[in-house]
């Protein structure tokens, strides 16, 4: 009641009290705000762990029990058309999956002198390492950081179904659809953001690769690009 009679001057008094009040709330809201925030400076170490526990997770298994041997039944069909590709430069009709995967296993035979089926035990647990930095990349595209490092977290050490697809053998599946086909989404995501050449150029390299690795994961390329062009349209 003092303010109010106080004329003018009181009421500008208030006002200025009142939006001295406001402006200390908003600067403290956006204290509390920018207080939950982690420091850059962590992202590095933060992913790096990650990874780090990933790699553990993945590689655990084989090194414990039955190193070189992997379990799984398709790692066999892998070995065969890995070995048809060393001899004979190609694997013919063989099993129904595009030859990326079976070339690229040639390729680490041949730099490590290993068998295709030895060679399963190095390659193929550094792939759920790929998935989750796929994971980290996709979800830091959009959301930031700190998720992106969640998201790998949850893709390297939670989540079943890139660690199923490793120990049943589907390699060119876990290759295809856990790496590349979000590495896809991710590129796409950055082509809208921001229009480039380069942009487009890894959207094109990206999503053509992963025709080379598995048939079924190259149908949901397709499916996802027929989405991405009726919503731009």
């Known amino acids: 009641l003092a303010v109010v009679r106080a004329g003018p001057a009181g009421t500008a008094g208030a006002t200025g009290a009142a939006g001295t009040s406001g402006t200390d709330r908003t600067h403290g809201a956006?204290?509390?705000?920018?207080?939950?925030?982690?420091?850059?400076?962590?992202?590095?170490?933060?992913?790096?762990?990650?990874?780090?526990?990933?790699?553990?997770?993945?590689?655990a298994g084989p090194l414990r029990h039955d190193w070189p041997y992997l379990r799984g039944s398709d790692q066999f069909s892998h070995a065969v058309m890995a070995e048809q590709i060393l001899a004979h430069g190609s694997y013919g009709t063989y099993l129904i999956y595009p030859p990326g995967f079976s070339a690229l296993t040639a390729v680490a035979c041949r730099l490590s002198g290993?068998?295709?089926?030895?060679?399963?035990p190095v390659l193929a647990p550094a792939l759920l390492v790929l998935t989750t930095l796929a994971a980290y990349a996709l979800a830091a595209r959009l959301w930031g950081w700190e998720y992106g490092v969640l998201a790998a977290a949850?893709?390297?050490l939670v989540l079943r179904g890139?660690?199923?697809?490793?120990?049943?053998?589907?390699?060119?599946?876990?290759?295809?659809?856990?790496?590349?086909?979000?590495?896809?989404?991710?590129?796409?995501?950055?082509?809208?953001?921001?229009?480039?050449?380069?942009?487009?150029?890894?959207?094109?390299?990206?999503?053509?690769s992963v025709v080379l690795y598995h048939s079924v994961a190259t149908l949901y390329l397709a499916l996802l690009l027929a989405l991405v062009a009726v919503v731009g349209l």
């Open 114 to 120: 290993l068998t295709p089926l030895a060679v399963f």
């Open 154 to 156: 949850l893709a390297g």
């Open 30 to 59: 956006d204290g509390a705000r920018h207080s939950w925030q982690l420091s850059p400076v962590l992202r590095e170490p933060a992913l790096a762990v990650v990874l780090a526990l990933t790699a553990v997770r993945a590689y």
């Open 162 to 208: 890139p660690y199923a697809s490793f120990a049943e053998g589907r390699y060119p599946d876990l290759t295809a659809a856990y790496f590349l086909l979000v590495m896809a989404v991710a590129a796409l995501i950055t082509l809208y953001g921001s229009p480039s050449a380069r942009s487009a150029v890894l959207v094109a390299v990206t999503g053509g």
